[in-house]
């Protein structure tokens, strides 16, 4: 089964990876030239991939897009009140496994939690991420 490594828009060609999807292919799965890797996108689309290393850089080169790889036609978005501590981390993963297209935050009248900063979307956005990788699901998961 190959790896699943993470684009923001898949095309074809070579598309550098950036450094925290560099840094997991090239240390954490010590892949080497030339792996096969299956490489998705934002909107779901899919393809296999040929990972190429060089000094400082890590990219797949990506020769066609299998068409039929696009994601569901029904879009699942969830807005809830965010839950105390690592509960929001959980709920986020969860979301993005069961294949929810996007969640919104919210602040309501009885909130614990505010959905603020900048730093709490971008963790969010990144556990969205590597759920889509784990479960293998089309696409990731919004979060507005």
Do not use: Y
Request: proline share 3%.
């Amino acid at each position: 089964m190959a790896r699943r490594i993470h684009v923001p828009v898949l095309a074809v060609g070579e598309t550098r990876l950036d450094e925290a999807q560099a840094h997991h292919a090239r240390d954490v799965l010590r892949l080497t030239q030339g792996a096969e890797v299956e490489v998705f996108d934002d909107e779901g689309r899919a393809a296999c991939g040929t990972l190429l290393i060089a000094p400082g850089a890590v990219a797949v080169r990506v020769e066609h897009l299998d068409e039929a790889s696009a994601g569901s036609s029904v879009r699942l978005t969830v807005a809830s009140a965010v839950p105390k501590g690592e509960r929001a981390d959980w709920m986020v993963e969860k979301l993005s496994e069961l294949g929810v297209a996007a969640f919104v935050p919210l602040a309501t009248a009885r909130s614990v939690v505010l959905p603020e900063g900048r730093n709490k979307r971008q963790r969010w956005a990144r556990i969205a991420t590597e759920a889509a990788k784990q479960s293998r699901r089309a696409g990731v998961m919004q979060i507005a």
